[in-house]
């Protein structure tokens, strides 16, 4: 059965960047959109980012817009999540998770369109 694992979390100070991964196993990542999302303590899970499955396109929640960029390698089988800019109210456990776009996606439901989800990275914003 196929799985993703997202990496590449960890304690940052604020204005600092990390990338964060999200590699396939057991199946081919390139027939998917990639959503990843985050979950802060006490809040609920919101999508940050969606990369069509050929990088065609992509959305970008206003919060992280012009700091994160989504991208992929579907030669790796892996997705990544550049963060920049990074403050504590990006504080998190992030995951990313393979979503249907139907006609009528938008992030604020990408969590509706889910399929799989891999098991979450914490990253942490703190001076």
């Known amino acids: 059965q196929g799985q993703l694992v997202e990496s590449g979390g960890g304690l940052v100070s604020p204005g600092e960047s990390l990338t964060l991964s999200c590699t396939a196993s057991?199946?081919?990542?390139?027939?998917?959109?990639i959503g990843w999302f985050r979950q802060a303590p006490g809040k609920e899970r919101e999508g940050v980012a969606c990369?069509?499955?050929?990088?065609?396109?992509?959305y970008y929640a206003d919060s992280v817009k012009g700091r994160f960029t989504v991208s992929r390698d579907n030669d790796k089988n892996t997705a990544y999540l550049q963060m920049n800019n990074l403050n504590p109210e990006d504080t998190a456990v992030y995951y990313c998770a393979t979503v249907l776009t139907p006609p009528d996606f938008t992030l604020d439901k990408m969590h509706t369109k889910a399929i799989s989800w891999g098991q979450g990275t914490q990253v942490t914003v703190s001076s």
């Open positions: 057991g199946f081919v990542l390139r027939y998917y959109a």
């Open positions: 990369i069509a499955s050929r990088a065609s396109y992509t």
